[in-house]
């Protein structure tokens, strides 16, 4: 994936360039709205992750200039939660914007969802080393053992199956599998994970679901797992 | 509307002052205008009819010159009054200036006035036609007076009237102000005693005993206020106090942990192990930042927006769906009651939150096993979603601050644990109300606990 930041605050900008690059994309940094909208305008990029307070030329009008000649996917950084912010940001071309103070795990799924966009139809077998799933009869396997799983559970396996080696929030796992939109404090999810795991990682080898401290979860293969 | 009261007052009494004197000094005048004008009338009519009398009986020249000589006797040497006899016949003739009279006077019988060159004012004049007799022709009486001593009168009057207003306004302009001064004083001993209180004295009042009964109702509102004031003030000191401690003990964590990893040497473990407890403590942070803005933006009243009509005991049952793995693990059911239909306006996402934080409050306080019940209402309306759970009873004089942001019924309960959220779960709760146009209630009594919110029901809009 191919990324233009615009953003002037150097910290952000480089802890951002830093993360995103070792995610696998290839990332442009501008510190400015002028140089921003000359890298937007001249090069070709997948997402452009553009902060609404910048110097020179701020993140709404950089946004209206570009939409005159390009669709370059846009997510805006806004230090202000405030509707007009998000209405203005939207109605002049946003495709989604996050909220400062944001996570950066948040900006890495609203990237890949921008991403994902138009991409075509999910699979409907996944398989991560010896878990298959069938996402049509909703029916999951460990080797050749039948894991029952409750239709919540299934989902939840569904969506960390389909964003395998993705960090997931516990934020938006709520929101992925219960649709809850919003930052809670229970522990729902931690006890929901606890409850998968017993059932698909428990008696099987290799582990698969992963706890990420701090950051949510992840269910990819990993190198240690295999040999051990 | 700026400028004292006491000036205020003085220029309406003077104004009030000015308006009588003038009404009462027009009615003065007019009074006197009218009864100068009747004596002067009366006047002109006697000496008519006297001299009417003794022409009517005049019939030969020879017995003109007595008419002569009595009109000469009732002229009187300053010229006040005057008469004069116009007749075709010369010998039937009387007065000064007859050519001149003849043309000004024209009009037949009755009042007029004429203006003689020497004199400045005019002349009020009574005529009369007096018909025939014998020798004489018919001749015009005309007697006339001298209007201008009555001027004089009137004029002096007017000056003296005037005078004596103005006079009298600026007494009452003195008085009023002095009265002013003495009426106002209660005034100004309660703004010195307003002026007195401070911050640290907020629980002083102003004394209402002394107060006449049109300040005590004042008096009595400003108490009421500066009680709110009191506990608002309070309640904000409280509030900085617990948002410098929510916010101190993650800072403290973060700066002390940082400070013991870069001591010394580390692993890359030791380093993974700090990072990671960094991230927990900044999460926190950032969490308490997020929903200190969405209370700041409920307080500022801001509405929700997104809504849509949704049925409301079928999003409870989505957000007990999400309670469900935590649900098992403790035994606890939740059970949904009242009317399952009621549909309510709503930002949905606002919903689910305010009620995953009350199912999630009842949950913590009450014992595993246990059956919670969800209540829906419809009252007059709104629709009240009800959380009940048994647990031990809340004293009575923390329900209504339930909803305060951080506070605790529990003072020593603040352990702050990973799944106690940081106490605004509940003012969240109360905030997503505010921004339905509904309410919060709890109640506690008999081992039973239940918090509630309401909601505009459906077709129903916000004043």
Redesign the interface.
């Given at each position: 994936m191919k990324l233009l930041i615009v953003e002037d605050e150097p910290k952000t900008a480089e802890y951002l360039q830093k993360g995103l690059s070792e995610q696998g994309c290839a990332v442009d940094v501008a510190h400015n709205g002028v140089d921003g909208l000359h890298f937007a305008l001249t090069h070709d990029y997948d997402v452009i992750v553009l902060d609404a307070m910048l110097p020179g030329l701020d993140g709404f009008s950089l946004l209206r200039e570009l939409r005159l000649a390009k669709q370059t996917p846009v997510i805006m950084l806004t230090a202000r939660d405030r509707v007009e912010d998000r209405v203005r940001g939207l109605q002049d071309g946003a495709d989604d914007y996050l909220v400062k103070p944001f996570s950066f795990l948040e900006l890495l799924a609203r990237l890949q969802a921008l991403a994902r966009r138009g991409r075509s139809q999910e699979p409907v077998q996944l398989k991560i080393a010896n878990l298959q799933i069938d996402l049509i009869a909703r029916k999951a396997w460990r080797g050749n053992a039948r894991i029952e799983l409750t239709a919540k559970e299934f989902a939840l396996l569904a969506v960390l199956a389909r964003r395998q080696g993705e960090i997931l929030s516990k934020t938006a796992i709520a929101e992925l599998v219960w649709d809850m939109n919003f930052d809670s404090n229970t522990n729902v999810v931690e006890v929901a994970i606890k409850r998968l795991r017993a059932k698909i990682d428990a008696s099987f080898a290799p582990k698969l679901l992963h706890t990420i401290r701090g950051m949510g979860y992840v269910m990819e293969l990993r190198d240690e797992e295999v040999s051990a | 509307m700026k400028g004292s009261i006491a000036s205020r007052l003085v220029i309406m009494f003077a104004v009030a002052a000015l308006a009588t004197f003038s009404l009462i000094g027009a009615a003065l005048y007019g009074v006197l205008e009218r009864e100068l004008t009747r004596h002067q009338d009366e006047d002109l009519n006697t000496n008519l009819q006297n001299l009417r009398y003794s022409i009517e009986r005049v019939g030969t020249a020879d017995r003109w010159p007595r008419v002569q000589a009595k009109m000469d006797t009732l002229t009187p040497s300053d010229g006040r009054v005057r008469f004069w006899v116009l007749s075709d016949d010369p010998r039937f003739q009387y007065g000064k200036g007859l050519d001149q009279i003849e043309r000004i006077s024209q009009e037949p019988d009755g009042r007029g006035t004429i203006s003689l060159p020497p004199q400045e004012e005019a002349m009020r004049t009574l005529s009369q036609r007096i018909g025939p007799l014998d020798e004489r022709p018919a001749v015009r009486l005309i007697v006339g007076v001298d209007v201008a001593p009555f001027a004089h009168t009137l004029r002096a009057f007017l000056v003296a009237l005037t005078l004596l207003s103005l006079t009298a306004m600026l007494l009452v302009m003195l008085l009023g102000y002095w009265i002013a001064r003495i009426g106002l004083q209660p005034l100004q001993q309660l703004s010195a005693e307003a002026q007195a209180m401070r911050p640290k004295t907020l629980s002083q009042r102003l004394q209402l005993e002394k107060l006449p009964v049109e300040l005590s109702d004042l008096a009595v509102a400003f108490n009421g206020a500066l009680g709110r004031l009191e506990d608002a003030y309070q309640q904000l000191e409280g509030f900085n106090a617990d948002v410098a401690h929510e916010l101190r003990t993650p800072l403290t964590n973060l700066i002390g942990g940082t400070q013991v990893a870069l001591s010394r040497p580390r692993s890359a473990p030791e380093f993974q192990e700090a990072l990671?407890?960094?991230?927990?403590e900044l999460?926190r942070l950032?969490?308490i930042?997020?929903?200190m803005?969405?209370l700041a933006?409920a307080d500022q009243g801001?509405a929700a927006?997104g809504l849509t009509e949704a049925c409301v005991a079928q999003e409870v049952e989505?957000?007990i769906?999400?309670?469900?793995?935590?649900l098992?693990?403790t035994g606890t059911t939740v059970g949904v009651e009242g009317e399952l239909q009621a549909k309510a306006t709503m930002n949905v996402?606002?919903f689910?939150?305010a009620l995953?934080?009350l199912l999630?409050n009842a949950i913590e306080h009450s014992a595993p096993g246990v059956r919670l019940v969800v209540n829906v209402v419809r009252q007059a309306g709104v629709i009240w979603i009800r959380v009940s759970n048994p647990g031990s009873t809340i004293a009575d004089m923390h329900l209504p601050r339930l909803f305060d942001r951080f506070y605790r019924v529990d003072a020593s309960r603040h352990d702050a644990g990973?799944?106690?959220?940081?106490g605004l779960?509940l003012a969240i709760v109360k905030a997503v109300a505010n921004m339905h146009g509904g309410g919060v209630a709890a109640t506690s009594s008999d081992g039973v606990t239940t918090i509630a919110f309401s909601v505009l029901a459906a077709g129903h809009r916000s004043h």
């Amino acid at each position: 994936m191919k990324l233009l930041i615009v953003e002037d605050e150097p910290k952000t900008a480089e802890y951002l360039q830093k993360g995103l690059s070792e995610q696998g994309c290839a990332v442009d940094v501008a510190h400015n709205g002028v140089d921003g909208l000359h890298f937007a305008l001249t090069h070709d990029y997948d997402v452009i992750v553009l902060d609404a307070m910048l110097p020179g030329l701020d993140g709404f009008s950089l946004l209206r200039e570009l939409r005159l000649a390009k669709q370059t996917p846009v997510i805006m950084l806004t230090a202000r939660d405030r509707v007009e912010d998000r209405v203005r940001g939207l109605q002049d071309g946003a495709d989604d914007y996050l909220v400062k103070p944001f996570s950066f795990l948040e900006l890495l799924a609203r990237l890949q969802a921008l991403a994902r966009r138009g991409r075509s139809q999910e699979p409907v077998q996944l398989k991560i080393a010896n878990l298959q799933i069938d996402l049509i009869a909703r029916k999951a396997w460990r080797g050749n053992a039948r894991i029952e799983l409750t239709a919540k559970e299934f989902a939840l396996l569904a969506v960390l199956a389909r964003r395998q080696g993705e960090i997931l929030s516990k934020t938006a796992i709520a929101e992925l599998v219960w649709d809850m939109n919003f930052d809670s404090n229970t522990n729902v999810v931690e006890v929901a994970i606890k409850r998968l795991r017993a059932k698909i990682d428990a008696s099987f080898a290799p582990k698969l679901l992963h706890t990420i401290r701090g950051m949510g979860y992840v269910m990819e293969l990993r190198d240690e797992e295999v040999s051990a | 509307m700026k400028g004292s009261i006491a000036s205020r007052l003085v220029i309406m009494f003077a104004v009030a002052a000015l308006a009588t004197f003038s009404l009462i000094g027009a009615a003065l005048y007019g009074v006197l205008e009218r009864e100068l004008t009747r004596h002067q009338d009366e006047d002109l009519n006697t000496n008519l009819q006297n001299l009417r009398y003794s022409i009517e009986r005049v019939g030969t020249a020879d017995r003109w010159p007595r008419v002569q000589a009595k009109m000469d006797t009732l002229t009187p040497s300053d010229g006040r009054v005057r008469f004069w006899v116009l007749s075709d016949d010369p010998r039937f003739q009387y007065g000064k200036g007859l050519d001149q009279i003849e043309r000004i006077s024209q009009e037949p019988d009755g009042r007029g006035t004429i203006s003689l060159p020497p004199q400045e004012e005019a002349m009020r004049t009574l005529s009369q036609r007096i018909g025939p007799l014998d020798e004489r022709p018919a001749v015009r009486l005309i007697v006339g007076v001298d209007v201008a001593p009555f001027a004089h009168t009137l004029r002096a009057f007017l000056v003296a009237l005037t005078l004596l207003s103005l006079t009298a306004m600026l007494l009452v302009m003195l008085l009023g102000y002095w009265i002013a001064r003495i009426g106002l004083q209660p005034l100004q001993q309660l703004s010195a005693e307003a002026q007195a209180m401070r911050p640290k004295t907020l629980s002083q009042r102003l004394q209402l005993e002394k107060l006449p009964v049109e300040l005590s109702d004042l008096a009595v509102a400003f108490n009421g206020a500066l009680g709110r004031l009191e506990d608002a003030y309070q309640q904000l000191e409280g509030f900085n106090a617990d948002v410098a401690h929510e916010l101190r003990t993650p800072l403290t964590n973060l700066i002390g942990g940082t400070q013991v990893a870069l001591s010394r040497p580390r692993s890359a473990p030791e380093f993974q192990e700090a990072l990671q407890s960094n991230l927990e403590e900044l999460e926190r942070l950032r969490s308490i930042i997020n929903d200190m803005l969405f209370l700041a933006r409920a307080d500022q009243g801001e509405a929700a927006t997104g809504l849509t009509e949704a049925c409301v005991a079928q999003e409870v049952e989505m957000t007990i769906e999400f309670f469900a793995p935590l649900l098992d693990e403790t035994g606890t059911t939740v059970g949904v009651e009242g009317e399952l239909q009621a549909k309510a306006t709503m930002n949905v996402a606002l919903f689910r939150r305010a009620l995953s934080n009350l199912l999630q409050n009842a949950i913590e306080h009450s014992a595993p096993g246990v059956r919670l019940v969800v209540n829906v209402v419809r009252q007059a309306g709104v629709i009240w979603i009800r959380v009940s759970n048994p647990g031990s009873t809340i004293a009575d004089m923390h329900l209504p601050r339930l909803f305060d942001r951080f506070y605790r019924v529990d003072a020593s309960r603040h352990d702050a644990g990973e799944h106690h959220g940081h106490g605004l779960g509940l003012a969240i709760v109360k905030a997503v109300a505010n921004m339905h146009g509904g309410g919060v209630a709890a109640t506690s009594s008999d081992g039973v606990t239940t918090i509630a919110f309401s909601v505009l029901a459906a077709g129903h809009r916000s004043h």
